[in-house]
C-alpha cells in the first residue's frame, strides 16, 4: 500500500526504526510517536559533560566507548574523507565523538553516538538521538525529538523538531525539519523548508488509486522517501509525501499531497 512505510524506505539499518515504522499503517501516524520510541531506546550518555559548566561545553570533549573524556583532548577537524581524528594524550579514539567549545546540552537526555561530530554554538534539547557519524554544525537547533542514523547532516543554522533522519540523509545548510520523516540518502538544497502547520484547520486529503483519505492531524510536516533531493529555496507544504527519487527543482513549493516515486516537482514559470 502506497501509505505503508516500506513504500517510501527500502531498507532500515537500524532494526528499532525499522519495527517502529512497520508497525504503522500509515507510515505519517508514526509522527505522534517520535518522542516516545526515542524516549524508550535512548541510552543517554551526556550527563558527566554537562555538569562542566550547567550544559555549557567551555572545551573540546571526546565521547569514546560511551565515556565522555574532558581533558587531554586533540584532534583533527577535517582529513580528505571528510572525517574527523580525535587524540587523547597522543593516542587516537577510533571513532570516538567530538564536541567542539560553544555546544550546549540542554538535558541530560541526549544520546551520542560514535563518530558524532557537534561543532561551535549548537544547541540540542532532548530526547534526542545522535546515531553514528552524524555532523551537527554551527548554529544548528535541535529542538527534540529528533532521531538520527549513520552519516546524517544536521546543517549550519538548521532547526529540526520532532523528526527521524535515515542514513545519510542531509539537510546541510538553512532548512527546516520540522514534524518529519526523511529517508536514507535524501539531500535537502540550501534553505529548503519543511512546513509543519497549516494555516487552517481543515483535514489533509490524499485521493491515491481513487481512494480518498481524511487525515486529521495538527503537525504534519513532510515524509520524504529515499533518495528524495531538492533544490535550493524549496518548501512543502504541510502534509507532503513523496516516494522515493523524487526530485524538486529549485525555488519550488510542493503543494500537499502523494507524490509517487520519481516525481519531478517545478514552479511554473510564466
Known amino acids: 500500500m502506497w501509505h505503508k512505510a516500506t ?56 565521547i569514546y566507548q560511551g565515556v565522555p573524556i574532558t581533558l587531554g583532548i586533540t584532534y583533527d577537524y577535517r582529513d580528505k574523507d571528510q572525517r574527523f581524528h580525535v587524540f587523547h594524550e597522543g593516542k587516537e579514539l577510533l571513532d570516538a565523538s567530538l564536541i567542539l567549545p560553544g555546544a550546549f546540552l540542554a538535558d541530560d537526555n541526549i544520546e551520542i553516538g560514535g563518530g558524532v561530530l557537534v561543532e561551535s554554538g549548537t544547541m540540542i534539547i532532548g ?28 546543517g549550519h543554522c538548521t532547526e529540526a523538531k520532532n523528526v527521524i533522519m535515515m542514513d545519510e540523509a542531509k539537510a546541510g545548510h538553512f532548512a527546516y525539519l520540522g514534524d518529519s520523516i526523511i529517508g536514507s540518502q535524501v539531500n535537502l538544497g540550501a534553505g529548503t523548508k519543511l512546513a509543519n502547520l497549516k494555516i487552517t484547520t481543515l483535514p489533509y486529503h490524499f485521493r491515491v488509486d481513487g481512494i480518498d483519505l481524511e487525515v486529521k492531524k495538527r503537525k504534519f510536516g513532510a515524509i520524504l522517501g529515499d533518495g528524495v533531493a531538492s533544490g535550493c529555496n524549496c518548501v512543502t507544504n504541510p502534509g507532503t509525501l ?29
Request: glycine residues 8%.
Open 7 to 62: 513504500n517510501f524506505f527500502s531498507s532500515l539499518e537500524d532494526k528499532r526504526l525499522q519495527d517502529f515504522l512497520e508497525s504503522y499503517d500509515y507510515v505519517w501516524d508514526a509522527l505522534d510517536h517520535i518522542e516516545s520510541f526515542i524516549s524508550d531506546v535512548i541510552e543517554p550518555n551526556v550527563a558527566p559533560i554537562r555538569k562542566l559548566q550547567g550544559g555549557f561545553v567551555p572545551i573540546p570533549v571526546a
Open 127 to 154: 530526547p534526542t538521538i545522535l546515531g553514528k557519524y552524524t555532523t551537527v554544525r554551527h548554529s544548528a537547533y535541535i529542538r527534540g525529538g529528533v532521531f538520527t542514523t549513520s552519516n546524517s547532516l544536521i
Open 242 to 270: 513523496m516516494g522515493q527519487n523524487c526530485r524538486i527543482m529549485p525555488n519550488t513549493t510542493v503543494k500537499a499531497g502523494y507524490h509517487g516515486p520519481m516525481s519531478v516537482i517545478s514552479s511554473k514559470v510564466f
